[in-house]
Every structure is written in C-alpha cells, then in structure tokens.
C-alpha cells in the first residue's frame, strides 16, 4: 500500500481508481462497511481511500473530540482492510469547492474514480452542502458508480466515532471494541518514568499518551502488553498518579505479570486494556496504595477470561 500525502501527489500517478470517502476516525465498524464497498469493486482499479490530514472540524477551527486513530494507525487498518492508497489530503485546499465541484474535479479529474463509496451520513462541498443524495446524482452525471453503506449496529446501538468515545470514557471496554472491530490499544516507546513502581515492588513499563489522543476511563484495568513480539497480562493505570505526586498528563503504566526480562527503556510496546478493574483514586499512604496495588494484580491474574 502507498500514502499520498495530498491529492495532486496521487492524481500524477494517473491511476483509475475505486475510492472511499470519509474521516475515518477509528476505522470502526461502519468506517470499514464504507471500505468494503470500494474494496470490492471488481474494476481492477486502485483502492483507494481519500481522506484528511487533521479533523475538518479542527481545520475550519471548531473544537474537535479526541481522536480515535492517528494517520499512522488508520493507514495501517486500511491496509490490512485491502486498500491500496491512503490519500491525506489537505481539507483547507478543497474546503471552498462547490459538491459539484468537488465531483468534477477532484473525484473525476484528479483522481479517475470509476466508483465511490461513503457512510450513509456523508457530507461535502463548501459548507457541507452536499449529501449523498447530492453524490449519488453528481456521480451519475459523470459516469460514476456510487454506493453508500448503511448504518451498522453493534449489540443493538449504530456505531459510530462518537459513542465509542463515550464508551471508552465509561471504560466500556469490550463494547467499545466490538464496534471499532480491533481493540482499542496504546503504543509508543517506553519512558523512564520516576521509578515509583520499582521502588514499591511493582516496577512498571511507562507509556507517555500522546496530546489528542482519547484516553478511556482513568483507573486501573487488566489488559495484554506486547513487547517484541511476546505477549504479557498486565495490570494497568491509566491516570495521573494522584497519590504519588500527581503527573501534568495522564500515562498508560503496566505491571506485566511473568515479567523477568530486565528493564525496558526505549523499547516499542503496544498495551490493549481489556477490562476495567476499578477507578483511579487518592490514597492516605504509599502502604495503602501498595496494598492495593497487590490487589489489583491479584484480581487480574485471577480474572477468567
């Protein structure tokens, strides 16, 4: 798979293209019913997904919710979805054209689209203008195929970005990743952390979270850390230490149970919470908070899955 980062970078190519449309914070359930529909054109085209560089609402500068996925992560679902190129384009470069506009010129003459695809609640052009109704009638005018996935319903409730943020900030774990269809994770590199853990006998890998990103529910969960390719359970906080001189920014920190492998400084680990254990709080004393720390631990490795 090829990333564009903007849409005259891929239209200097010269493919024809099938392309789906949309944000795709998440590249939930429903995000990959609108993929799917463009994955399985039979024209022999490029699969192609046109997307943004940062939130539309973020560019027209409107306040925007936590996100999801980042582009390195949303390339990555899309690829194994079977996209062949991710476009992340520039939504203050397009965001002026007219919906006809923007079929004409950048769905027809920039990018060839044979067919698009997008989510039932699709909108584009200048001001949003354009619906899919709006799409469906522009696209035929051109001699484009369009489809448009209907809404998608996970144990009863329709999916979309928003209520799996709700969910996650519940710390409704599993549900939320029923409907974003992989688990919910956090990855980075390991930060050296202020040693607190060790110092208490629970030494812990430290996983900064990135500014933006949606943190679930802070509090302690049981969850499965992978570390060069290996995985482990784990007992992780997700918070700001309260009890223990309290961070500036909340910090994913595992306990992995098993763990004998010595320190783990700067190395790329990837922490899948899978259930929520209990709220994070303050303590009256360290003792208190080991305590219950041995708790936590306990209560994981007892946790029948």
């Avoid at 490029?46 to 306040?63: I, M």
């Avoid at 990743?177 to 812990?204: C, E």
């Avoid at 302690?220 to 997700?238: D, E, H, P």
Wanted: proline share 4%.
């Amino acid at each position: 798979m090829k990333i564009y980062c903007s849409i005259e970078e891929y239209a200097r190519e010269g493919y024809l293209s099938d392309v789906a449309l949309g944000y795709f914070d998440g590249v939930h359930e429903g995000h990959r019913a609108v993929i799917r529909l463009c994955t399985g054109q039979d024209s022999g085209a490029v699969k192609a997904v046109l997307t943004f560089r940062e939130s539309p609402a973020a560019a027209l500068g409107r306040e925007t919710p936590p996100y999801l996925t980042d582009n390195e992560e949303k390339a990555r679902l899309m690829e194994r979805l079977g996209v062949d190129a991710v476009i992340f384009a520039d939504f203050a470069a397009i965001r002026e054209l007219s919906a006809e506009a923007f079929v004409t010129q950048i769905l027809k003459e920039k990018l060839r689209a044979l067919s698009v695809a997008c989510g039932y609640n699709y909108r584009f052009g200048r001001g949003g203008a354009g619906d899919t109704a709006a799409l469906t009638a522009l696209c035929a005018r051109e001699g484009i195929t369009s489809s448009i996935a209907d809404p998608v319903s996970v144990q009863g409730e329709t999916v979309s970005s928003t209520r799996i943020r709700e969910l996650l900030a519940d710390g409704e774990i599993a549900r939320a990743n029923a409907m974003l269809g992989d688990p919910y994770t956090i990855s980075g590199t390991v930060d050296r952390g202020n040693s607190l853990g060790t110092k208490m006998g629970y030494p812990t890998v430290n996983i900064p979270i990135s500014d933006g990103r949606m943190i679930p529910r802070r509090g302690v969960y049981a969850s499965r850390v992978t570390v060069g390719g290996v995985s482990y359970r784990g007992a992780t906080n997700i918070g700001v230490h309260p009890s223990v001189g309290e961070n500036d920014r909340p910090l994913c920190e595992t306990f992995l149970i098993g763990y004998d492998g010595g320190v783990l400084y700067g190395a790329e680990v990837v922490c899948t919470p899978e259930r929520f254990i209990r709220p994070e709080r303050r303590f009256g004393s360290v003792d208190e908070l080991m305590a219950q720390i041995g708790k936590d631990v306990q209560e994981v490795i007892s946790w029948d899955r």
